[in-house]
């Protein structure tokens, strides 16, 4: 037996044994329910990889409670996510994108102790065109006792994990449970996610700048200033636009290579189009343990609270140095409408 351990891929099941030390009192449940979302991802893979070939492209024809046409590969994956989850004891309730309400699963069961918020298919829109989709997934604790409704509107600062599935080129699992990001890598040859990319850090400055174009004119003052900025060189480099328009596609690149992926309010979607509980919250947890920031424009992603699971918000996330660029240009922008306030006439 070779004595170099090295040749031995760490599977995503033996990585969170490992971080499951860290929960005082976790007797393997929380390893349990990760490997829930696992499973489903690998049944959504095998699904999404296949899609041409199944006939399963196109709408499904309804209409979720975004009013969004439900594409088949939608109702796949919810149904998938769903049923994956459900039989995990530990957990009290699911969230899905696609459904208006939660699923209260065990309402009273003290070994209950989770709620999992998720999009099953994030940028669904774009599967018919063989564009990357991905999932996302936020994992919160709820207090102990009967489960009550708002239990599940909690602030992201209380997520004890998150992460998303990104079926790209390759299909990978990122995910932090408060020890730093880790990235697993599907290999199709033994059907397991291994260890690819351990300990990610966001660099501190990149040169992709992500945001829909097509947006700026109705985007706000500090936003476009903001925006000038990266095309023209005004913080050090001149960035380059890079825009998939699916926002885990997005924000992979933004977590690995650096630079800043935008979602600003817009005359469409003045509170913006990401919703914050089961995209901009794992997103902003992510970041952060990579050494990134994410806010809504004005304040810190995981300080919002929800009013409802489907509360949309701003995002803007990315390095050190981008976030605090956009933040000088929000502050400027302040002192001006302050300064024509001051000059307005009486
Ligand atoms: P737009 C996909 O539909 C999605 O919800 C996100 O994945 C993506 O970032 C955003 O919408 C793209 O929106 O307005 O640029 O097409």
Redesign the pocket.
């Known amino acids: 037996m070779s004595s170099d351990r090295s040749e031995y891929p760490v599977t995503v099941q033996q990585h969170i044994l490992r971080e499951q030390k860290r929960f005082p009192g976790a007797s393997g449940e929380f390893s349990w329910l990760l490997s829930g979302i696992t499973l489903a991802a690998k049944m959504i893979e095998a699904k999404v990889r296949r899609a041409g070939l199944n006939n399963i492209l196109g709408a499904q024809g309804d209409i979720n409670v975004q009013g ?1 046409v439900q594409q088949k590969l939608d109702v796949y994956a919810n149904r998938v996510m769903s049923d994956s989850l459900g039989v995990r004891d530990s957990i009290a309730v699911i969230a899905s994108e696609e459904n208006e309400q939660p699923t209260v699963l065990r309402r009273q069961s003290p070994q209950a102790r989770y709620i999992v918020v998720f ?1 099953p298919l ?5 599967i018919d065109v063989n564009v990357s ?2 999932t996302t997934f936020s994992i919160i604790k709820r207090p102990q006792g009967v489960y009550c409704d708002n239990d599940i509107l909690r602030p992201g600062y209380e997520q004890v994990a998150a992460g998303y599935v990104l079926y790209g080129s390759s299909t990978m699992l990122v995910y932090t449970a408060g020890n730093g990001v880790h990235g697993f890598t599907l290999d199709p040859g033994i059907g397991a996610f291994v260890l690819s990319h351990e300990d990610i850090r966001m660099p501190t400055q990149g040169k992709y700048y992500s ?2 174009e ?2 700026y004119a109705d985007m706000p003052p500090e936003f476009r200033k903001y925006i000038d900025g990266l095309r023209s060189g005004q913080y050090g480099r001149k960035y380059v636009s890079r ?9 992979h690149r933004t977590l690995l290579t650096g630079g800043v ?1 935008i ?1 600003p309010p ?1 005359k ?2 003045p509170s913006g ?3 914050l509980m089961y ?1 901009a919250n794992p997103v902003a947890f992510l970041a952060e343990q990579a050494g990134g920031k994410a806010t809504n424009g004005q304040e810190r992603v995981l300080n919002l609270m929800p009013d409802g699971i489907h509360d949309r918000t701003p995002l803007i996330v990315g390095g050190l140095t981008e976030m605090t660029e956009f933040e000088k240009c929000r502050r400027d922008a302040l002192r001006q409408d302050s300064s024509e306030l001051n000059r307005a006439p009486i």
């Open positions: 969004e999009d994030d940028g669904s829109s774009n989709v991905g945001v829909n097509s947006h825009y998939i328009g699916s926002m885990v596609a997005d924000f992926f979602y817009t469409s979607h189009k990401l919703r995209e």
